[in-house]
Each structure stands twice: as structure tokens, then as C-alpha cells.
């Protein structure tokens, strides 16, 4: 199984360019759809929001990642085994926070190349055809190369600013809620916001925190968005 994880949008022309190469190389492979709308350009947040999402990916399963805004540059493409499940994608922290919270890891070097290469386009010619064959088996991974970290690191630890904002204005962080008391308040944009423990405990246009389904810190409102009443964005700061 591959699973598909990038800043590409799911309107515009890329993902289905690299699930054609996908399909070409491993047939037999389901794919399917992660996240294709992570903060674009991003990598710090999208290194926090791939490792919420990588819990639930099983293992023995290869996530393609891609929020690579150095593409054609020199950071390098790598493999990163983390867990039982492969992740493929760039050498710019990207991978890091997965690598971090591990308990086995083993990162390696990529140097395979296709014989030829769009330079903006990795996602598609570079990591899609690696995915597919580390997803088939066999005895490919053998020609990877082992190195001894990531080059790019943004660590463990939590990050408190807001990660994702759904379509329902719910503004998702980069904190894990496990051992956040829920007497605390947190502070966004100047204003204190209060636990509650789900959206039918506030009235409408309420504005609270709570735990949600990945077990991060999630800002919302009783039916309304949290991003319009908050003015609050990716990347807006957690008091």
C-alpha cells in the first residue's frame, strides 16, 4: 500500500501525474490519499502534521511525501524506514519529526536516478518511481545506501502554532494533548480559549479546545469556524 502525502492541492495538475507513475510501476498497489493540501511550502509544518497522520498508516506500508520547496536543489532525496513502514521524500526536515518520535529507524541514501527528470518535479519522476518499487518488494531496498541521520532535523518535540485548518475552520496544532491539563487555557490571537470536551458541549459561535481524533490540541467553535472568529491561520502561534 502507498500512501500519498504533499503540499501539491488536489485541484491542480500534480497528483494525478504522480499516481500514472505509480500505477505504471506497481499495479498491484493500492494508493491512497493522505493529505495533497499540507501548507504549501512549509516543511516544518508539514514534518509535524505527517507524523499525526503516520500513526494510522500500516505497517509495512510506503509513504510517498512531498512539501519540497528546494526541489533542484541539493538537498538530497532519502529513504527513511521508521517503524516497520517506509517513507520516501526529501532531505529537508520533512521526515524528520517521524524519525524523531520512532522507536527503530534507519535512514538511507537514494542514488538511483531516472534517465531523465523534470528538475521542479521529484514528486513525479524520482521519489513516486522509488515508492513503487520499495512497495512491490523483492530485493530493491538492498540497493539503497544506509547513512546515519537526516541531514534536516526539527527534533521531537511539540510545535505550538496551529498546523492545518480544515474546511470547517477547525484550526488543528502541533501539540500532543496527552498531559495537557484540561484546566488550561491557551491564548491565540489575544484571546483565552477554554477546554471543552466536544462540540456539543458549547453553544454556537463558541470558540474551545479540545482533543481530537489524531490526539493533538484542536481549536474549534460550536458550528462556526474558529479561523474567522480567531483571524488565525497556519502558523498563527499557541499562548
Not at 510501476?25 to 514534518?47: E, M, R, S, Y
Not at 541531514?151 to 500532543?176: K, M, P, T, W
Request: glycine share 10%; aromatic share 8%; hydrophobic share 50%.
Amino acid at each position: 500500500m502507498i500512501f500519498l502525502f504533499t503540499d501539491f492541492g488536489a485541484a491542480d495538475i500534480y497528483v494525478g501525474q504522480v499516481k500514472a507513475v505509480l500505477q505504471q510501476l506497481a499495479p498491484k498497489q493500492g494508493v491512497i490519499d493522505l493529505l495533497h493540501d499540507a501548507p504549501a511550502f512549509n516543511v516544518k509544518t508539514g514534518a509535524h502534521l505527517l507524523a499525526a497522520l503516520a500513526v494510522r498508516v500500516p505497517e509495512g506500508s510506503v509513504v510517498l511525501a512531498v512539501v519540497d520547496p528546494g526541489v533542484g536543489g541539493p538537498r538530497a532525496p532519502v529513504a527513511l524506514l521508521a517503524d516497520g513502514r517506509w517513507y520516501v521524500g526529501p532531505d529537508n526536515g520533512l521526515l524528520s519529526v517521524v524519525a524523531a518520535r520512532a522507536r527503530k529507524t534507519r535512514v538511507f541514501a537514494i542514488g538511483w536516478r531516472p534517465r531523465s527528470a523534470a528538475v521542479s518535479f521529484h514528486g513525479r519522476d524520482l521519489f513516486a518511481p522509488v515508492a513503487a518499487m520499495l512497495a512491490r518488494g523483492g530485493r530493491w531496498a538492498a540497493k539503497l545506501k544506509k547513512k546515519a541521520r537526516l541531514a534536516a532535523s526539527f527534533g521531537a518535540q511539540d510545535l505550538a502554532e496551529i498546523i492545518y485548518v480544515d474546511h470547517y475552520g477547525n484550526l488543528v496544532s502541533g501539540l500532543r494533548a496527552a498531559g495537557i491539563s484540561r484546566d488550561r487555557g491557551f491564548v491565540v490571537n489575544g484571546r483565552e480559549i477554554r477546554y471543552a470536551r466536544v462540540f456539543c458541549e458549547v453553544p454556537a459561535g463558541q470558540v474551545f479546545w479540545y482533543e481530537n481524533s489524531l490526539g493533538l490540541v484542536e481549536i474549534a467553535a460550536g458550528s462556526a469556524s474558529a479561523r474567522q472568529i480567531l483571524g488565525a491561520a497556519s502558523g498563527t502561534r499557541l499562548a
